[in-house]
């Protein structure tokens, strides 16, 4: 009997077989905090704020440290197209923003949408001009389940970053969000590859803070900036940059087919990208002075734990995180001497290309 071999990418939403489910293989030692739902009931469900509201619960969800799936999102756009948009490897790119192209003002009065039209399109005005209309199609879809999702809320800014060129091994991390202190950020993901996009999760901070508050004196971040804590813990738990790919703390690795859309706080779920070439990502920002009762802002549970510590509660040892190793405790390993320490800013092009040689490369 000739077998016939299975198509090794799904089309999502071509109508011949259901798109595959996004994948994760769980650590046992890690709490299973991935949830889905499917958007259409969100939709249908009461939009009155109370418990029977599922835009309430995705959002009690997100603060609560999961990872929330949605189904049947159904975002239109020309997929074929954008997948043939070579986005260049530069910093710019990596996070591009957007909104750029949203604006209504006109290529031809428009220095930047030029400049993008010159570096994509190689100034073919009408491939620019598609490529307007698929931005503005995508974002216009990830912001209609933003704005259902976030009705109880009022939002401050709604950026969405296109991540179109290929990440290879970030390290494991927290987000830092610069005055993180401030607003509440929601980060919504599509992506819009044809291959899954494979990231690595580990535990939640609610976790981490209390078994590590003691060892890592996180009372000294009492006063300090919110991303200052998030920072240090990503760097002395995880590591930095440099030993990316090295982490030694237990880790779920997850999947997300082409089409998935996934919710998830950064802030709270450490992450990262193991592989990926194409997503949208919202960078939502909330207004913290107006969020509804059932939804705490970070910066308020996080102070809860540093009052909870003053007050003389019995904060957990790192031995009640089983598995937990972390060879970084005194700051991230260091280049070998004569190394220049990497401004990743200012060198991603060529440590981009240094990655991509026709040999091995150790990195
Ligand atoms: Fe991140």
Redesign the pocket.
Known sequence: MELTPRALTFAPGDGQSPPPMTQVYLHPDIADYFVEYDFGEVLRSPADGGPGDLRRKVMEDYVGEKCILLRNVGIDYDRAFLSGVSFPPTWYFKKFPSKVVERDKPLDRNPLKQELCRDLFGGDKGLFHRFEGEVRAVNAGIRRVLDELLRHHRIEASDIIWRHTETRV?NL???IDQDSGAFESV?LYLNMDDIPRIWHTSHELSRILPAYYDELELGAFASQPLEKLLQTLSLRLFGNWMSRGREQFPRHMVLFEPGDVWICD?RTVP???IYGRRVASSFYRLDSAALPAWHPSLKSKVDAVHDAHVAGAPAAGPETLKGYVYPFAAGGPKPPPGVRHPDLKKDWDKLYEESLQPKLVRL
């Open positions: 970030e991390h927290f987000d980060r950064g992450h990262q990208v």
